[in-house]
């Protein structure tokens, strides 16, 4: 498994917020709740669109298009329309810096 990687500095993900990175090619998403960081796939399982452009509520992120709404842990949809998963990445915060597992 590959090591973890810094995505971002940690005052550039203020709490509360969304947003877009990217590692090696991915997309990734950064919500940052409470004082946990976490990394999803930024794109919705049922259109395609950016979570990024989404708004947290709680520990999940809806995706603004049509509603769909994924647990920022586990990727889990947990409202209609997406019935699919959202790809989660391993996320920590080293001092700092916002650091991301791809592998």
Same mark, same amino acid.
């Given at each position: 498994?590959?090591?973890? +990687?810094t995505v971002a +500095?940690?005052?550039?993900? $203020?709490p509360g %917020?969304?947003v877009?990175v990217?590692?090696?090619?991915?997309?990734i @998403?950064? !919500?940052h709740?409470?004082? +946990?960081v976490y !990394?999803?796939?930024? #794109?919705?399982?049922?259109e395609?669109? $950016?979570?990024?452009?989404?708004?947290? @509520?709680g520990? #999940? &992120? %809806?995706c &603004?298009?049509h509603?769909a709404?994924f647990?920022?842990? %586990?990727?889990t949809?947990? *409202?209609? $329309?997406?019935? /699919?998963?959202v790809?989660t990445? #391993? *996320? +920590? @915060?080293?001092?700092?810096?916002? #650091?991301? /597992?791809?592998?």
């Amino acid at each position: 498994m590959s090591d973890f +990687r810094t995505v971002a +500095r940690l005052e550039d993900v $203020p709490p509360g %917020t969304l947003v877009p990175v990217e590692l090696d090619g991915e997309k990734i @998403v950064l !919500a940052h709740v409470g004082e +946990r960081v976490y !990394a999803l796939h930024d #794109q919705c399982s049922h259109e395609e669109y $950016p979570l990024s452009s989404g708004e947290l @509520v709680g520990d #999940q &992120v %809806t995706c &603004v298009l049509h509603g769909a709404r994924f647990d920022l842990e %586990t990727g889990t949809p947990r *409202a209609l $329309p997406a019935v /699919r998963p959202v790809k989660t990445y #391993q *996320a +920590r @915060v080293e001092g700092e810096e916002v #650091q991301v /597992r791809i592998g």
